[in-house]
């Protein structure tokens, strides 16, 4: 049984490029959670999404930063030129039912460094 | 919107002595309360976690403990062990929103 997928593990980018996230969540799993984790600081929510929904995307900042989970394939991050401060771990967790089953499971990370 | 807080953000214990982290709510529609667990460079694991209609629950050397009144929940290890060594995150979930909002951590380093 596969746990929650992410890709690539490590991405590098210069400033001013995009960088473009993947997540799929567990077999079963609808609901997708997007968390950023900045050097030894916790986790901060960004958005929440069902399949082709957004639920919540009120941690995700307004500018340059977009997700999406369409019908058929993985969750995308995706964030429109990459500055430094975008540095940073991005973890993406999946749950069976959302706000009716609330235990999340997450992926191993992507590694997203602005040079 | 939700604020855990989280103390200590750094704990260092002797092999098989006791750990206890505290964590506090300020929303109180939140009803779920998940620990994780995080070795450097890996992803959060979930270890242990109560719904809000339960006061206490243990699972082999971890037991999580939830005062709904004062709004706090603890982790409590007992007979640390080396590789319980890692950063450890509580969390709330529920109430006005659909999400997790995490404490800041605490690094737990067991000392053999």
């Known amino acids: 049984n596969a746990g929650v997928m992410q890709n690539p593990r490590h991405l590098v980018r210069r400033r001013g490029q995009e960088a473009r996230l993947r997540c799929s969540p567990m077999k079963g799993h609808s609901h997708v959670y997007w968390y950023r984790q900045l050097p030894e600081e916790g986790l901060k929510f960004m958005v929440y999404l069902q399949k082709e929904n957004i639920i919540d995307e009120s941690g995700m900042p307004k500018e340059r930063f977009s997700a999406e989970f369409p019908k058929e394939g993985p969750s995308i991050l995706r964030i429109q030129q990459v500055v430094r401060g975008d540095s940073a771990a991005y973890f993406c967790?999946?749950?069976?039912?959302?706000?009716?089953?609330?235990?999340?499971?997450f992926g191993p990370g992507t590694r997203l460094t602005v040079t | 919107g939700e604020n855990v807080e989280q103390h200590p953000s750094t704990l260092s214990v002797q092999e098989g002595d006791s750990a206890v982290i505290k964590c506090t709510y300020s929303d109180s529609a939140s009803n779920y309360f998940p620990w994780y667990k995080q070795e450097l460079g890996k992803r959060p694991q979930l270890i242990i976690d109560?719904?809000?209609?339960?006061g206490e629950k243990k699972d082999q050397r971890i037991a999580v403990t939830l005062n709904k009144t004062a709004k706090h929940f603890s982790l409590h290890i007992t007979e640390t062990q080396p590789e319980d060594s890692a950063v450890y995150f509580c969390a709330a979930y529920g109430g006005s929103n659909y999400k997790l909002t995490f404490g800041k951590g605490t690094l737990l380093t067991v000392n053999p």
């Open positions: 967790a999946s749950s069976q039912q959302g706000a009716l089953d609330y235990e999340q499971y």
């Open positions: 109560i719904r809000s209609n339960v």
